[in-house]
């Protein structure tokens, strides 16, 4: 039999259920990759007690004949979900020791189905970087290398990059993940893996720590399509505790899993094929349409004219937002505090904010400020508004031509560390095919397509109309069928 | 920012003194250092969304909710409450059942 850590979820649970090992055996085989792995640092805290607990659980359910839909399978979570009893930081030195007295929604749900935890994922501070260097807690190093023989430390993408590195290494069958502007879909590009971002609002935002609540969105990462429909089926629900929730049944994403697209269409968006567009980027793509015409899809050219301001909307918008959301920290309510000697209360919040937030946080937090700012206000955010309705505009007239749409996730293969790093802008240019779904809250998904020239994995991603998260996962598993990814990083750690 | 239909024009690049401005706003102490590296990224990353500037967008209302969806009321009862202890757990520094700062009454 395969080693317990290379199964999917789908495996576990139906191996466990089947009788063929305990979900203890498989709590202490990923707790024992976890120990192992502190070279990748994917974790924050590792919580091998909290997985045992609920293995041991789980198997007094099975004799009791009381399973539930994943008993058996431990995750891991992002640190951005307050994990009741277990410190919960954002990877930020101002949330260090911050121990929740309460359970995000999602891990709650996660919880309830059985599921255990692993540990606590690193992230970019407060989910704001795309390669998971802005962490306090240090870079999350991917598992991945080139094939020209360096040892060059790659990024494992960001924000979820804690949760990439892990899955592509083995370390935990499947993760949580947050996506604000591509931080699920370009990690799971980077490392080989699939994620989705469901529409806004089908997970519920409660108990994750804010970023920019207009965008934030929860999803899952995994190895393939069908553990995403069913991590998503056990994060999603309406919660009245979110006022953003959407009050809408869960869908039986798995059980509706089809590989057949006769009848659909996929739109390949023109103004995605930008000039200098990374060959190996394009080939995939290319790939991707001839995949989904071989199952059966009419494959359309469709426009979204107002891509090239997507990215800067977002930041205008993501700041914004996020200025407001990290005024909370504040030195009195939780986490950090630095009170300098004599100091007043003004100066105390200004300290502490100092200490506690990292160079990209306070790099945003003032832009934010300054967008918002008197005299600013509407030739920034009301003007970036604006041009969000016309991005949601454009995706919705898209979708009145095809029912998918297909594009790159990622404009590169994992970049090294420290090479974006100096240049804010640069290091946001990885998220131009990413933001726009996550300015018009569509649902998003990363798919492996293949190898770039360096041995190293591109991502495809499914754009699908709102709340259509089946077309979006039926599309990639058409893909993943027939893209036959079976590469996987060589252990070096 | 050029915007057509309207909007202002306000100054298009930032200094020093507006980025110390912005941060005592933010309540974020910086070094005079972090300050005079501030300018130049504001800036790149401020010209770069100017750009917006150039998107038509008269009769264009600025978006409120991604996802349509409509503000729900709920039960008028309470459904929080008695815990204290929980909500203080956290805190740097709590006393007699309180948050506690640096005196701001002289």
Redesign the interface.
């Known amino acids: 039999m395969a080693e317990l850590t290379d199964l999917t979820v789908a495996q576990i649970r139906d191996g466990f259920r089947a009788g063929d090992f305990s979900a203890r055996e498989v709590a202490e085989a990923f707790n024992a990759n976890v120990a192992a792995a502190e070279a990748l640092n994917a974790f924050i805290v590792a919580t091998p007690d909290h997985a045992l607990a609920a293995a041991d659980q789980a198997d007094k359910d099975r004799a009791a004949g009381a399973l539930k839909p994943l008993s058996g399978v431990p995750i891991g979570m992002k640190d951005l979900f307050c994990t009741q009893g277990v410190q919960t930081t954002a990877a930020s030195h101002m949330l260090e020791g ?5 359970e995000s929604t999602v891990s709650q749900k996660l919880w309830d189905a059985g599921a255990g935890m692993l540990g606590k994922l690193n992230l970019d501070q407060f989910a704001m970087g795309s390669s998971n260097e802005t962490s306090y807690f240090g870079n999350v190093i991917s598992p991945w290398r080139r094939n020209d023989g360096g040892n060059a430390p790659l990024a494992p993408g960001g924000s979820s990059g804690g949760s990439s590195a892990a899955i592509a290494a083995r370390l935990c069958p499947a993760a949580t993940g947050t996506d604000t502007g591509g931080s699920i879909r370009q990690p799971a590009a980077f490392t080989g893996i699939s994620g989705i971002k469901p ?3 089908r997970c519920s935002r409660w108990g994750i720590i804010a970023f920019a609540s ?2 934030d969105q929860a999803g899952p990462m995994a190895h393939d399509v069908r553990d995403c429909a069913i991590m998503l089926e056990n994060m999603a629900g309406f919660d ?1 505790k979110d ?2 929730s ?2 809408l049944p869960v869908p039986k994403w798995e059980a509706g899993l089809s590989t057949d697209l006769r009848g659909k269409k996929v739109g390949i968006p023109k103004e995605y094929r930008v000039e200098g567009l990374d060959a190996d980027v394009a080939r995939v793509w290319d790939d991707g349409i001839a995949w989904l015409k071989d199952a059966g899809a009419e494959v359309v050219e469709v426009s979204l004219p ?1 891509s ?2 997507a990215l ?2 977002y ?2 918008i993501a700041p914004a937002e996020a ?1 407001s959301n990290l ?1 909370r920290y ?8 630095e ?1 300098p000697e004599g ?9 502490t ?2 200490a506690g ?1 990292g160079p990209e946080v ?2 945003r ?3 934010g ?2 967008v918002l ?1 008197a ?2 206000y ?3 955010y ?9 991005i ?1 505009r454009d995706f919705a007239r898209a979708f009145e031509s095809c029912d998918v749409i297909l594009a790159p996730t990622a404009p590169s293969a994992a970049f090294g560390l420290g090479e974006n790093i100096d240049d ?2 640069a290091m946001y240019l990885n998220d131009v095919f990413a933001v726009p779904a996550s ?3 569509l649902p998003a998904m990363s798919v492996p397509g293949g190898l770039s020239k360096d041995g190293l994995p591109l991502g495809l991603q499914i754009i699908g109309p ?1 709340f259509d998260e089946q077309a979006v996962l039926n599309a990639g598993l058409a893909i993943e069928q027939r893209a036959g990814f079976t590469a996987r990083p060589q252990k070096w750690w | ?1 050029r ?1 057509r239909g309207g ?4 100054a298009m690049s ?1 200094d020093l003194t ?2 110390k401005k ?9 070094t005079d250092s972090e300050a005079e590296a ?1 300018v130049p ?2 800036n ?3 010209d ?2 100017e ?5 038509d ?1 008269p009769g ?8 349509p ?1 409509k ?2 009321l ?1 039960e008028d009862a309470v459904t929080d409450g008695n ?1 204290r202890d ?2 203080l ?5 709590a006393e007699h059942g309180f ?1 506690a ?4 009454i002289e």
Not at chain 2, 7 to 10: E, F, L
Not at chain 2, 89 to 93: G, T
């Open positions: 911050f121990t929740p007295t309460y529409t806004y609002g207009s965008l009245p006022s953003t959407l009050e107002h090239k301001y800067p909307a930041y205008i200025s005024a504040d030195g009195v309510r939780y986490g950090l505090r009170l100091a007043n209360l003004q100066d105390m919040y200004a300290a904010r100092a937030f306070k790099r937090i003032i832009i400020t300054y700012s005299g600013f509407d030739a920034y009301t003007q970036a508004q604006k041009v969000r309705t016309l949601a804010p802008l300015l018009a809250g709102a | 920012m915007a909007a202002s024009a306000p930032v507006t980025v912005v941060a005592s706003l933010a309540r974020l102490a910086v501030l990224e504001l790149g990353i401020l770069w969304v750009q917006l500037g150039e998107v967008v264009v209302e600025p978006m409120t909710a991604v996802i969806n503000l729900r709920r815990v929980k909500v757990a956290n805190a740097p520094q948050f700062v640096p005196k701001v």
